[in-house]
C-alpha cells in the first residue's frame, strides 16, 4: 500500500516530524512525499521519493516580529497554485492514504479526489491578543471546517494536562493525542554546552549575536546552529572569529547531525517552534524559549513551557536577561527535575509507535470496505445476469 506525505517547508520543524512518521512506516509501506525548498532537499538526503509543490504561504517577520499579515496576504504565494500541482501528484500516484502536516491545499486536492487524509498540527486555535486573532482566529475558523473531515486530527503532543501547545488547540471529535514525533531514540549524553537552535530566519539574528557574546564574557561552552550560511558567516564575522569552530564557540551554518547535539547539551535555546520543544522535553533537556513577537503559535508554547516548569520563557524585547536566565537554568534544580519528567512522560507516549497503529487501523477498515464493496460489486452482476435469464414472477 502507498503512502503520500505531505510537509509545510515553513521552518523545518513539520519536515521533522514528518521523516519521523516516513521512517516509523518505509517496512510496512511504500512512501513518498510532497514537499518544496529547502524541505524537499532535506528529504531527500534520506533516500525517499519526493514530488515538488508549491507553497501555500511564506512566513514573514522583521527584527525578531513575525508578521501575520504579510504571512497570509501574499501575493507571491498562492494555495490555487499548490492545490493544482497536489491534485496532479496525488492523482499520478494513487494514494491508499495521505498524511497532511499543515499543508492544507494537500487536504483540498486530496478530498477532490475522495482519498482518506490524515492531518497533523499542534495548532488549530489560538487566543493569544486582538491585533493578530483578528487575522488568524478566521482563519482557523475556516481551516477547522477541513480538520473535521479528514479521519483523524493528530497532535503530535502529550495527552493534557502536559500538552505544550494547550493554548494553540481547540478540541475536535476526531482529534488525537499520540505523544512527541521525534526521529530519534531516546540516549543519555554528555551535557557539556548549550545549544542553540533558534533557525535560519534573519530576524531572529540578535539572539545568536548576543548568546555569542554572552558566550564570551562567561567562557560558556556554545554551539549556535544558524539553519543558513549566510546567517553562519555574518555570525563569525560579527564576533570577530577566526573560524566557525573557536574555543568555546562552535557556529553551524546546518546540520543533519540535531540528535547529537540535543542528546549532549545540558540546555536548549528555542524560538518557540513546537517540534524543537518536543525533542528537547524528549531527551530531558531543559529549555530558554525566545518566541518571535507577535507569534501566537511560539508565544503560546513558550507560556506553556514557563508554566510546566521545564523552561523559562523571554520576550525577544528581553534579551539583556538572557545570561541571567541560563544562570537560573543552571542553578535552580526545577528546571531539569521537570524537563527529566517529560522524558519519562515521553518514552511512555511514543508517537511513532502510535501513529503507525492509527495508519494500520485505517488502512486495515479501508481494505475490509474495498474488499466488502467489490464482493457485493461482483454479486449484484451475476444476480442481474440470472434475473435476465430466469425473470422472477
Not at 326 to 348: G, P, S
Request: charged fraction near 30%; proline fraction near 4%.
Amino acid at each position: 500500500m502507498r503512502i503520500l506525505i505531505s510537509v509545510c517547508g515553513e521552518g523545518f520543524g513539520h519536515t521533522t516530524r514528518c521523516l519521523a512518521i516516513g521512517e516509523s512506516l518505509k517496512d510496512s509501506y511504500e512512501i513518498a512525499y510532497i514537499a518544496y525548498g529547502k524541505s524537499k532537499d532535506f528529504i531527500e538526503k534520506y533516500n525517499f521519493k519526493v514530488f515538488e509543490t508549491f507553497p501555500e504561504i511564506k512566513l514573514k517577520g522583521k527584527d525578531g516580529k513575525f508578521d501575520i499579515t504579510s504571512t497570509i496576504f501574499n501575493k507571491e504565494y498562492s494555495p490555487k497554485k499548490a492545490i493544482k500541482k497536489e491534485y496532479e501528484i496525488i492523482k499520478e500516484y494513487n494514494p491508499d492514504l495521505i498524511i497532511s502536516d499543515c499543508k492544507y491545499s494537500t487536504v483540498v486536492a486530496a478530498k477532490l479526489l475522495k482519498k482518506p487524509v490524515i492531518c497533523i498540527s499542534n495548532q488549530n486555535y489560538t487566543k493569544y491578543k486582538l491585533k493578530t486573532d483578528l487575522i488568524v482566529y478566521p482563519t482557523m475558523k475556516a481551516l477547522n471546517m477541513i480538520n473535521r473531515r479528514c479521519e483523524k486530527f493528530i497532535v503530535p503532543d502529550f495527552p493534557p494536562p502536559y500538552t505544550v501547545c494547550e493554548y494553540n488547540l481547540k478540541i475536535l471529535k476526531n482529534m488525537e493525542f499520540i505523544g512527541p514525533l521525534i526521529r530519534y531514540d531516546v540516549e543519555d549524553g554528555n551535557e557539556d554546552y548549550i545549544l542553540s537552535v533558534i533557525g535560519g530566519f534573519e530576524y531572529r539574528y540578535k539572539i545568536l549575536e548576543e548568546l555569542g557574546k554572552i558566550a564570551l564574557k562567561n567562557d560558556f561552552n556554545v554551539k549556535l546552529v544558524c539553519g543558513s550560511y549566510t546567517v553562519a558567516k555574518k555570525l563569525k564575522d560579527d564576533l570577530n572569529l577566526p573560524s566557525y569552530n573557536y574555543k568555546n564557540i562552535e557556529i553551524i551554518p546546518i546540520t543533519t547531525n540535531m540528535k547529537d547535539l540535543i542528546k549532549n547539551s545540558e540546555l536548549v535555546i528555542s524560538h518557540g517552534g513546537h517540534s524543537t520543544i518536543m525533542e528537547s522535553l524528549s531527551f530531558g533537556k531543559p529549555l530558554i524559549v525566545i518566541p518571535d513577537l507577535d507569534h501566537p503559535e511560539q508565544c503560546n508554547n513558550a507560556k506553556k513551557v514557563h508554566e510546566l516548569c521545564c523552561g523559562i520563557s523571554l520576550s525577544y524585547k528581553e534579551l539583556y536577561r538572557l545570561e541571567e536566565a541560563i544562570f537560573d537554568i543552571r542553578d535552580i534544580k526545577v528546571y531539569k527535575r521537570n524537563a527529566l519528567k517529560m522524558k519519562e512522560l515521553a518514552k511512555k507516549y511514543n508517537g511513532k509507535k502510535n501513529i503507525k497503529k492509527i495508519i494500520d487501523e485505517i488502512l486495515e477498515n479501508k481494505s475490509k470496505i474495498n474488499k466488502y464493496y467489490l464482493t457485493d460489486k461482483i454479486s449484484h452482476k451475476i444476480i442481474t445476469k440470472l434475473k435476465w435469464k430466469f425473470p422472477i414472477r
